[in-house]
């Protein structure tokens, strides 16, 4: 069965680097989404990007990440210089082109730690 | 703002009893509601899907219900087996197409 997958698994960093994390999401799917969850908190969400730009960004995702689509396959979500409290697990999810009540299929996530 | 508030937070059951886990929320609009399955630091595995207008879904030992009008959702898992010790999810869907998450039950099923 097609899976969304991610990479890396786990991304250790220095605080004020650039980090890239990446997904390839289903093949036939055209919505790709991105997901973080802190901790102990609530998963939230970041970003929807249909048919090459973003279609929808929360208050969480300012300046400091962008998303790409840099070839046919891969999702990519850059964090440009990152922060202690960028220390989460972040998962990446795509839905097939059709409505919104469509399931979103998700990743197994990158955890990322901030030192 | 939307808010999804799942209770109880966490609780531990004999293997073989009934699971029944509470989801609420504020937003009356939703296209639908899922319920997730997370393992300790793992991903999201979907388990059910209601659509708006539905009033429920079944699959094998889960079923879950969804009354729109009171903003509840419920989850239920027959016969507790240990393996499904996990933290269960409630998140909706709205027009803005973003799915809007619980912060989860976590539950232990004990042998």
Known sequence: E???TQTPSHQV???GQEVILRCVPISNHLYFYWYRQILGQKVEFLVSFYNNEISEKSEIFDDQFSVERPDGSNFTLKIRSTKLEDSAM????????GSATDTQYFGPGTRLTVL | KQEVTQIPAALSVPEGENL???CSFTDSAIYNLQWFRQDPGKGLTSLLLIQSSQREQTSGRLNASLDKS???????IAASQPGDSATYLCAHTTGNNRLAFGKGNQVVVIP
């Open chain 1, 2 to 4: 097609p899976e969304v």
């Open chain 1, 13 to 15: 960093t220095q605080m």
């Open chain 1, 90 to 97: 972040y998962f990446c999810a795509s839905r097939p082109l």
């Open chain 2, 20 to 22: 029944v886990l509470n």
């Open chain 2, 70 to 76: 009171s903003g509840r959702s419920t989850l239920y």
